[in-house]
């Protein structure tokens, strides 16, 4: 796989191949536990945990795969109301209050990894340590930055912005 296959996948489908992932591995588990519950009367505890962990993964990488395509939740009823400049400097300074709460959360979340990584915190089932599912909070935080920051590249660098507050068949703000 060159260099350049490799960026292109991961602007355009890193975060949905690891939601599907996450998501086919929460199903499956949760699959497994109800039919090994209700049909052999057993259960299969790493199957509970390894589906939170999916689910907990689902959620993280799905919240970047909505920065990704543009679609993560906004309250516009408010920004509407305003011209389109204003409501473009509204939409702007709210990315920037969203990054600064993203690195924030990039930098406790670290902080909290690092603490892991100074204590042996193994999971009761699945015997991981938990330094490994945890570092999904930061890298998702991260990755939502990153994201959002590559959003204003694209719209420095080519001229053209489609903003979330544009609803289909409205044309892009410039």
Not at 40 to 46: D, E, I, K, M
Not at 48 to 59: D, N, P, Q, R, T
């Amino acid at each position: 796989m060159s260099p350049s296959t490799l960026m292109r996948w991961f602007n355009t489908k890193f975060e949905s191949t690891l939601c599907v992932i996450s998501l086919v591995v929460m199903s499956c588990c949760v699959f497994l536990q109800v039919i090994l519950r209700y049909v052999f009367h057993q259960s299969a505890p790493w199957a509970e945990e390894l589906a939170i962990y999916g689910m907990v993964f689902s959620v993280y990488f799905g919240t970047a795969l909505a920065v990704t395509e543009k679609s993560h939740v906004r309250i516009l009823n408010l920004v509407q109301l305003f011209p389109r400049k204003i409501a473009v400097g509204l939409i702007v300074a709210g990315d920037a209050v969203w990054c600064a709460f993203n690195v924030f959360m990039v930098f406790h979340g670290v902080e909290y990894v690092k603490v892991l990584w100074g204590t042996h915190f193994i999971s009761p089932s699945l015997g991981i340590e938990q330094r490994w599912p945890q570092a999904v909070v930061p890298f998702c935080f991260a990755l939502m930055t990153f994201r959002i920051l590559q959003f204003y590249y694209r719209w420095l660098r080519t001229g053209t912005c489609e903003l979330t507050c544009v609803l289909p068949g409205d044309e892009p703000v410039k």
